[in-house]
Every structure is written in structure tokens, then in C-alpha cells.
């Protein structure tokens, strides 16, 4: 799950803050406070060739405190990708092609942009956090739908949110306790590794320490949990797992999910199943396995266990911020009292979108059908110089560049500087943990653009990898 830059140029709204400084901002992007404050980067809000780091000229002010747990956030990987190409210039005479951020580019299906211009006049109210009953009945009849399930009570057990992003966040908010151990420990958010980055700033800010599950070539970049100690999973109190995963694409099996639930029952940790790129797969027949569909299989309710989708990247409306969180009615009733205080409720112009796009599933078959066909198209080329195959699922190609003698972030450098084509080295995707950066040696495409241009970015990608031999 990524999240395109805003275009939006810099205003008095979103000057860049005096680190240390606890200054009121308001800003026209739609982002969270967390983005704007020190080491939190502004590095969304602008293009990766002229954003400008908030700390670039940043003096400390006496008499102003700020959270200090915002002192534990990395630099966002975008951020890290700025630095990374700062003074390169890339041949002019090459149009830039981007595998960098995850941004869908389909076109929006014509039904959504009707049903937004057909509820307009829903701007005169504000709408509930809870949703319209409208919106839930349609998000309930999804789940069910795609993941045979029986019936999925739309009072209790599903909750729009705006944008799986937002949720995910806000869920660490919600079920962490961090004065639960009694041993003076903090409590751990477990986490795959690489891994979406919400994930351990969720974990942070909720006052909990981020524990990194390392994904394993070997097993289909599955974590291999197994080998987390018991300690470990006695602190345990919330694990996010996305699948299909970003950036590999790998999907969890039913027995994976086994292993996982009878973990959750042993040490009593919430399951938060990351499920945005379920939607993007290349057998019709194959969907992804999901949590709720696993919980279903097995012959168990949905205890401890939530699943967080989107709009995004199905429907192609990532302005829309448009998602859902479905599963335990327990914790959704608390999400909801939590997000009664925080979360923006969805716009009812959105909220009826969203019912559009969720009773209709022709357009997925048409966005899914075109990433078919460029995977198709890119994954061999690329095969031809670089460690990688067809995913599991999600529009990412996950490439190993070490037959290449380069590192990750190198050959992103040099790819850039060379050709002007933008991948996103693996290792900003992850933590050094266990003593190895999981993400070494690989670089992430996303495969978002039409055809043609991820065709010619992959005919780049080949010229550069053979110059290297020559």
C-alpha cells in the first residue's frame, strides 16, 4: 500500500515546521499530522525531484515540546528515495518512467465518477462515522460474496473507514495496551519484513515496540513465525500481516493461517489482515485466500481477527480514501468509539461511490485483465537479467538486481541517472532485523502505468542490467 505525492505547491498551509516546534498547521493534503512534524517527512506532498526536506533548515525553539515518541520515526521510504537521487540529473532525452510508487493509474470506471457527480448534493451534511446503512449493507454483501462466507452482519461486523491506511493506524490506537505486561516490558506489534511502513509507526505512537518477522526467499517470502520465540509472543498484542503481501506478492495458505490462529488463541494477540491488493491476481479462478475466508475454512468465528481492504487499487480511485475494516464485532465496536474522537468519517458523496464500486465487480475484471496483461509482457523481459518471477498477487514485481554486482540503492542510482527510470530499492521497504536487511538486493517495481510505458521501462531496465556486462 503506497500513496502518491499531493501536487498541491507549497503554501503558508504547509510550510515545512521548526523541528521541535508544537505549531498548529493546517494543510491542504490530505495526510496525517504524523507527516508534518519532525522526521516525519514532507516528502509526499511534493514531486521525488523538487520536495524539500523539513529538516533541511530546521533550528530548535526553547518552550515548545512535541510528542517524543515522533522522535522514533524513520524518514519515509520516498524520503529516503529523494536523498538517494539528490544532484543526479537523468538524460532529458528519455521521458521519466516511475516503478516507484504504488499509485494506481487506470482510469476510474465511469459508474464511480457518476455516482460522485449524482451525490453532490450530500456536501450540505456531515456524514456519520458509522457509514450510511446503505454503504454497510453493500460492504457486508462484498465480503461475503468474494469470500463464501455466510452472512456478514452489516450492523456490527464491518466498519467504513477512510482508506485502509487510516485504519490500519488507528487499530494499533485502539486494541494496544501498553501498561498491560506486568513486567515493565512494553507490549510488541509484530510485523512482516519488508513491510508497508504504517505498520511500525502505527506501533510506535500506540507506545509499543515494533518486532520484524523476516520474510524468507526460500518459503515464498513467507515469515517463517515458528522461530519467534515464546517471550516474544507473550508481549505479542497485535500482528499485521498483508497479504497479498507488499512488495512480494506472496499470499498466506490455509496452513499458514492455521499456524496463526492457533498462535492468537495461545497468547490472546489481534490479527489485523492487510488485504488491499486482494482484488489484483492473475487467475480468475485462483482468487487470494483471505483471513475471514481462512477463520471460515477452519470452522471458527472471527475472534481476534480483523481484515482491512480499500478501493484504491480495485477501483482505481485513490483519491477516494474509501475502505472498510470487517471482522470481530468487539473490536469493531471499539474501533468505532475510537474513531468517533479521531477518525474523519468518509464523505457522503464517497460513502455512495463506494457503494457503486463495491456492487460491481465487471470493473475489476477489466483492471485485473490489464495487469494481466502487463505482467505478462514485463515479467519475462525482466527475467532475462534479473532474479524474478510472476507474484502470487498485487501489481509489484519483487526483483533480486545481485547477479548485476550492484546493491539495491545503487542500482536504483544508477538506473535513474542512466535512464531515467524510477525503482524503489528494497531495503527502504524494511529494518535490519536478525541480523540481515531482508530487503538487500531486491528493488521493487510497481507495475501501475499503461502498457506500452512499463513495456519501455522494462526495455530500459534490460539495456541497463547488459551495459553493466559490457
Known amino acids: 500500500m503506497d500513496d502518491a505525492p499531493c501536487r498541491g505547491a507549497p503554501t ?45 533548515h530546521a533550528e530548535p525553539t526553547p518552550n515548545r515540546q512535541v510528542n517524543p ?26 521521458a521519466h518512467i516511475s516503478f516507484g510508487i504504488g499509485e494506481p493509474k487506470h482510469p476510474t470506471p465511469e459508474l464511480i465518477k457518476k455516482a460522485v457527480i449524482d451525490s453532490l448534493g450530500g456536501l450540505a451534511a456531515y456524514p456519520l462515522t458509522l457509514g450510511t446503512p446503505a454503504l454497510r449493507e453493500a460492504i457486508a454483501k462484498w465480503v461475503t460474496r468474494r469470500y463464501n462466507l ?19 493506524f488507528a487499530l494499533a490506537q485502539t486494541v494496544i495496551d501498553p501498561k498491560k505486561n506486568t513486567r515493565g516490558e512494553p507490549a510488541i506489534v509484530l510485523c512482516p519484513n519488508p513491510f508497508y511502513q504504517i505498520y511500525e509507526g502505527a506501533a510506535l505512537l500506540a507506545g509499543a515496540q515494533p518486532y520484524f518477522a523476516n520474510s524468507d526467499p526460500k518459503r515464498n517470502f513467507a ?30 495458505t490455509l496452513d499458514d493461517w492455521r499456524e496463526l490462529f492457533e498462535l492468537s488463541d495461545r497468547h490472546g494477540f489481534v490479527i489485523a489482515s492487510d488485504e488491499c491488493y486482494s482484488e489484483i491476481y492473475f487467475d480468475e479462478a485462483r482468487p487470494p485466500l483471505g483471513g475471514l475466508e481462512a477463520a471460515h475454512k477452519l470452522g471458527r468465528g472471527f475472534e481476534r481477527l480483523v481484515m482491512l481492504s480499500s478501493l484504491s487499487k480495485r477501483s ?25 474522537y479521531h477518525g474523519a468519517a468518509l464523505s457522503t458523496v464517497f460513502q455512495a461511490a463506494s457503494i457503486a464500486a463495491w456492487s460491481d465487480e465487471a470493473h475489476v475484471r477489466e483492471n485485473r ?33 545481485a547477479r548485476t554486482g550492484l546493491s539495491d540503492d545503487e542500482f536504483a542510482r544508477r538506473l535513474y541517472a542512466d535512464y531515467n527510470v524510477t525503482v524503489l530499492p528494497g531495503s527502504f521497504l524494511a529494518r ?39
Open 12 to 56: 503558508r498551509y504547509n510550510r515545512p515546521l521548526v523541528a521541535g516546534a508544537a505549531q498548529p498547521l493546517r494543510c491542504r493534503c490530505i495526510r496525517g499530522l504524523a507527516h508534518h512534524v519532525r522526521r516525519a517527512p514532507l516528502s509526499l506532498c511534493q514531486p521525488v525531484s523538487v520536495r524539500q526536506s523539513v529538516l533541511q
Open 69 to 94: 515518541l515522533l522522535d522514533s520515526l524513520q524518514s519515509y521510504p520516498f524520503e529516503k528515495l529523494r536523498l538517494l537521487f539528490k544532484d543526479v540529473v537523468p538524460p532529458a532525452s528519455l
Open 150 to 168: 455466510p452472512p456478514v452482519d452489516p450492523a456490527t461486523q464491518v466498519l467504513p473507514v477512510s482508506g485502509s491506511r487510516e485504519a490500519l
Open 223 to 252: 515469515c517463517d513465525y515458528s522461530a519467534i520465540p515464546d517471550d516474544v509472543w507473550a508481549r505479542t498484542q497485535l500482528l499485521y500481516v498483508c497479504s497479498p503481501g507488499n512488495p512480494t506478492g506472496a499470499v498466506l
Open 316 to 340: 482505481n480511485v485513490p483519491g477516494m480514501r474509501s475502505g472498510f475494516v470487517a471482522g470481530d464485532a468487539a473490536i469493531l465496536k471499539q474501533f468505532l468509539l475510537y474513531r468517533t
Open 369 to 401: 485483465a490489464m495487469y494481466v496483461q502487463k505482467f505478462s509482457t514485463v515479467t519475462p523481459m525482466l527475467a532475462d537479467v534479473l532474479d524474478v518471477k510472476l507474484p502470487d498477487a498485487a501489481f509489484y514485481l519483487w526483483a533480486n538486481v
Open 432 to 470: 535490519t532485523a536478525h541480523d540481515t536487511n531482508p530487503g538487500r538486493d531486491f528493488v521493487r517495481l510497481a507495475l501501475v502505468a499503461g502498457v506500452d510505458e512499463c513495456t519501455e521501462g522494462a526495455r530500459r531496465i534490460v539495456e541497463f542490467c547488459r551495459s553493466l556486462k559490457s
